[in-house]
T-cell receptor, first 115, second 114 residues
Framework: QQQVKQSPQSLIVQKGGISIINCAYE??????FPWYQQFPGKGPALLIA?????SEKKEGRFTISFNKSAKQFSLHIMDSQPGDSATYFC??????????????FGTGTRLQVTL | GAVVSQHPSRVICKSGTSVKIECRSL??????MFWYRQFPKQSLMLMAT?????????EQGVEKDKFLINHASLTLSTLTVTSAHPEDSSFYIC??????????FGPGTRLTVL
């Protein structure tokens, strides 16, 4: 019930291409869905987040698509650049239900953007 | 922005000693902070939730006497690994919650126990 399933495990994209990472969840109480970017040896950095009341959110080259009925959400990185090469984690929390906003993380996707 | 710092960034200690890691929210107050552990090429594992002025809530399987957490102010939480052993070697990351649910992470602390 608490799992967030993330795919693919790894992804290689050419420079300028679109990177797509998918996540699926089971817990219908989840109401906050952030994406984090992590470089080796560093802490995760918040990229973008969405709530279930919208189906899409865009910030620069990063877009989250959200499908509430399918319980799925995805991260799209447009015009991918070598500097985007990192590990990406999706996460979810049920912040409004008094659970102290504990994040449930996906397993991560290692993105490599080639020249 | 929301900046979270951790100190130290790296620590090497001998088996049996205790190590303290500090987590600070630099530009916001955080009533709730979280401590995670991350093994190489794996996801983040929540260890405990730290609430200012009260006892921490530990996740199942995390030894509360081994990993002591103190959240004495709205900008500082500490994690003390007591009587550290080689199996405690890991990357420890804290986060601070801003608002209702957004978590901002620190840069992490690499602990190596010899």
């Amino acid at each position: 019930q608490q799992q967030v399933k993330q795919s693919p495990q790894s992804l290689i994209v050419q420079k300028g291409g679109i990177s797509i990472i998918n996540c699926a969840y089971e817990n219908t109480a989840f109401d906050y869905f952030p994406w984090y970017q992590q470089f080796p040896g560093k802490g995760p950095a918040l990229l973008i987040a969405i709530r279930p009341d919208v189906s899409e959110k865009k910030e620069g080259r990063f877009t989250i698509s959200f499908n509430k009925s399918a319980k799925q959400f995805s991260l799209h990185i447009m015009d991918s650049q070598p500097g985007d090469s990192a590990t990406y984690f999706c996460a979810a929390s049920a912040g409004l239900t008094g659970t102290a906003s504990k994040l449930t993380f996906g397993t991560g996707t290692r993105l490599q953007v080639t020249l | 922005g929301a900046v979270v710092s951790q100190h130290p960034s790296r620590v090497i200690c001998k088996s049996g000693t205790s190590v303290k890691i500090e987590c600070r929210s630099l530009d916001f107050q955080a009533t709730t902070m979280f401590w995670y552990r991350q093994f190489p090429k794996q996801s983040l594992m929540l260890m405990a939730t730290s609430n200012e002025g009260s006892k921490a809530t530990y996740e199942q399987g995390v030894e509360k006497d081994k990993f002591l957490i103190n959240h004495a102010s709205l900008t500082l939480s500490t994690l003390t690994v007591t009587s550290a052993h080689p199996e405690d070697s890991s990357f420890y990351i804290c986060s601070a919650r801003k608002g209702t649910d957004t978590q901002y992470f620190g840069p992490g602390t690499r602990l190596t126990v010899l």
